[in-house]
């Protein structure tokens, strides 16, 4: 049975005017257009539901759909904005947006936010800075001690955490992004600026050097 975004069929739930995305976000209409070429691909890379799935994503984005990635799982949490386990086509320009050169730093240090919220109770505490840090040195496959990966942490909150609650509320956080703007730079992504029917690959390298934690 072929894909059901092939020719002539309908347009799946989730599915939205290109002009109404347009309208929202920094992509012109032909572009959204483009886009939704580029997600009937992935969507249909492996289940052929009209939606992309987690592993559909994580095919994308590391050309495989078994290998698991926690930075893969984060951000397919959050374009899938309504929390129903895959990503709508309105899903997908939305979340693109942010990484659009157009897009305002506010934007793209909100979503910083929300990435780094592993709880996604509206502050970043201690122990989850701690599994971020340990998540990328698993990416570079490095180890280091308790003691030292204990040390990275202590000296980022010692640096973002203003007030000393033990946490790091949002305002705090544009403060910290502010002092550290490298933690941002690989939230733009200069291609989406001139989208065309040639998409290149949706392709997110998510080694460390491409998240730039200096702490």
Known sequence: MGC?????????????????????????????????????????????????????????LLRSSQRHNFF??????????????????????RSLNVFHPNTSEAEKIAFAFKLYDLRQVGYIKREELKEMVLAILNELELSLSDDVVDTIVYQAFIQADLNQDGKIDTEEWKEFIAQNPSLIKKMTLPYLKDVTMAFPSFIVNSKVENIEMNI
């Open 4 to 60: 059901v975004l092939a020719k002539k069929a309908k347009h799946p739930p989730g599915y939205e005017d290109p002009t109404i995305l347009a309208s929202e976000t920094s992509f012109t209409v032909n572009e959204v257009e483009a886009l939704y070429e580029l997600f009937k691909k992935l969507s249909c890379s492996k289940f052929k539901v009209g939606y992309i799935h987690k592993e559909e994503f994580q095919l994308a």
């Open 72 to 93: 893969a799982d984060r951000i397919f949490d959050l374009f899938d904005i309504n929390h129903n386990g895959v990503i709508e086509f309105g899903e997908f320009v």
